[in-house]
């Protein structure tokens, strides 16, 4: 078959690609999320080319796209509450909604379900094409079945050429990972794929929503997935991919003793690497992730990757989406090398990441109190002390002895004076810092936790695993910071307003957790953390 190559700024071309589907032909479009190879959703036939084209089994269902909310009305039996305020909410984007179909959307769209999935996509292109087509477009991604989804127009012409009627140049798409998926046919909200609106967005319109299992483990035999694409091997590269669960330190160790393996990798971790490298986005770029993950995959195959370790990503945000997406690919194949957890604490001062330290420590974890080791006497050796005085002036030492009122108060005059600082103690902190987890390892320790005020400023997170922010709301903070370092409240507040806004935790965090006075059950909360951790840490 002849492939026609189409242009996405050209009126005259979005034209001939709506009278192609029009007439029942195939045709790749550029969406928000992935490209999708699009047919009339209302034609058996033509759906039935999609089914072909791509080698897709015919139990599952497609998304059918439309260009206005009001056509939602047609091709739903009934539209609950919850789907109003979604649509209000998420469309045009990457959101699709499942509900009871009507007799107008053919099973082969539904894969034989009694259900259609809906998206109003959030690209012109695509519902310029919709329009033009005069019909609601059904439309997979557009690759061949079981290979990484379409986001750059190059993906989809190595997968389609020849086997469709016309492909649509659009350029890269902006979100990266496939939409959403949400179904309203069952009783409570679910959520059935993970995609670019993030799980938080959604309880923030929905209140309560269920995760369908699927999401995040292999589903057991004889378990039926709500969303039937869950069961299938998918967006796989060629290359085998194997997941890391370490913290950035100890992934780049075990994958540079592999002789035969490539890297997919944070950018953070490409100074470690001995091995060929591929970079999926930042380590608390969950966003970025999703833009480059296909791409990323589509990368390994051209660089004839055999095996690629991949750095796990959290599960936070944007996140879940690609963790999901990432987990397929390597077939669930995951590999936590050390046998342990290390989890970074962090939060804004007066969080209370101390007390949360010592549940922790209750509930059998090692941990290791950062600010302990800053303050034993023996962390500053001669040399160190000598350096301090040349930096800071000699009577920062006084009979042999810091003074650290002294230090600090000439350190933290300038930005330079507290890099400096942090230049000439921070490796010997870290020394003490891995000296006290050693130990928590060698004593067969499988969550280990750092309680470091400057977890991140000291590069301690290279170390961790998992991050856990505790947070708590300000009025408890304030007089937490007022009793602990007995401040009046406009020095509190001052101190308060010195730290990093709140999303600066939360957004690199695994894990919230939080610590209000009335702030809910938090032996619970931290007990169901480890619990999970060992049991990955084990497993
Ligand atoms: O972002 C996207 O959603 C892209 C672009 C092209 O819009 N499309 C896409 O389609 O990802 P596809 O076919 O690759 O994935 C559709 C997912 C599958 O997991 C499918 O099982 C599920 O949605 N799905 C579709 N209809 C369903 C239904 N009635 N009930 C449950 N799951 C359904
Ligand atoms: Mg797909």
Redesign the pocket.
């Known amino acids: 078959m002849e492939t026609l190559i189409l242009d996405a700024h050209r009126e005259r071309d979005i034209q001939r690609a709506g009278a192609i589907l029009n007439a029942g032909g195939l045709v790749a479009?550029p969406?928000?999320?992935?490209?999708?190879?699009?047919a009339n959703a209302l034609r058996e036939e033509a759906v039935r080319g999609i089914f072909a084209a791509k080698g897709?089994p015919g139990d599952?269902?497609?998304?059918v796209?439309i260009s206005a909310v009001s056509q939602m009305y047609e091709l739903a039996q009934h539209v609950p509450e919850e789907a109003v305020r979604l649509a209000e909410a998420f469309w045009p984007g990457?959101l699709?909604i499942?509900l009871p179909?009507r007799a107008c959307v053919p099973d082969i769209t539904?894969?034989g379900?009694k259900?259609?999935?809906l998206?109003l996509?959030d690209h012109k292109v695509?519902r310029a094409v919709i329009e033009a087509a005069g019909v609601p477009l059904a439309?997979?991604?557009?690759?061949l079945s079981g290979r990484p989804?379409p986001t750059a127009f190059s993906h989809v012409q190595q997968d389609l050429t020849g086997r469709v009627d016309a492909l649509i140049d659009g350029g890269d798409c902006p979100?990266g990972?496939?939409?959403t998926?949400v179904?309203l046919?069952g009783g409570k909200p679910a959520l059935?794929?993970p995609?670019?609106v993030t799980l938080q967005a959604l309880r923030d319109v929905l209140g309560d929503i269920a995760v369908d299992p699927a999401v995040l483990e292999k589903l057991t035999d004889g378990r039926t997935?709500?969303?039937?694409?869950?069961k299938y091997t998918h967006y796989a590269p060629k290359a085998k991919i194997i997941m890391v669960d370490a913290s950035p330190v100890e992934y780049a160790a075990y994958v540079n003793e592999k002789a035969d393996g490539h890297a997919l990798c944070f950018e953070e971790d490409v100074p470690r690497l001995q091995v060929p490298q591929v970079c999926y986005g930042t380590r608390y770029d969950g966003a970025g992730q999703a833009r480059r993950l296909f791409s990323a995959l589509h990368e390994l195959d051209a660089a004839g990757a055999g095996t690629a370790y991949a750095h796990i990503p959290s599960k936070n945000g944007m996140g879940l989406a690609v963790y999901n997406r990432l987990v397929r690919a390597a077939g669930f194949r995951m590999k936590n090398p050390g046998g342990h957890h290390v989890v970074g604490l962090t939060g804004p001062s007066g969080a209370g990441k101390t007390a949360v330290a010592k549940i922790m420590e209750k509930l059998g974890c090692g941990v290791v109190d950062c600010d302990e080791i800053t303050r034993a006497p023996g962390i500053y050796d001669a040399a160190c002390l000598k350096e301090l005085q040349a930096a800071f002036g000699e009577d920062v030492v006084q009979e042999g002895a810091l003074n650290r009122g002294l230090l600090a108060a000439r350190a933290f005059r300038t930005e330079e004076g507290k890099e400096l600082l942090n230049r000439i103690t921070h490796p010997r902190i870290l020394g003490g810092v891995m000296a006290a987890y050693e130990a928590h390892v060698a004593a067969g320790c499988r969550v280990i936790v750092f309680d470091a005020p400057t977890l991140f400023e000291a590069g301690l997170d290279s170390y961790c695993s998992r991050i856990l922010a505790v947070v708590a709301d300000a009025q408890t903070r304030l007089s937490r910071i007022m009793r602990r370092d007995g401040l009046d409240e406009a020095s509190a507040r001052l101190r308060m307003q010195a730290q990093q806004e709140l999303s600066f935790f939360v957004n690199r965090a695994d894990h919230v957790v939080e610590n209000s006075r009335d702030g809910g059950d938090l032996n619970k909360r931290l007990g169901s953390i480890v619990g999970g951790l060992r049991e990955k840490a084990e497993g």
């Open positions: 479009i969406t928000e999320t992935v490209y999708g190879l699009a897709r599952n269902p497609l998304i796209h990457p699709t499942i179909k539904s894969g379900l259900t259609v999935a998206r996509p695509a439309a997979p991604s557009a690759n989804s979100v990972v496939e939409s998926v179904s046919c059935l794929r995609g670019g997935a709500a969303s039937p694409g869950m």
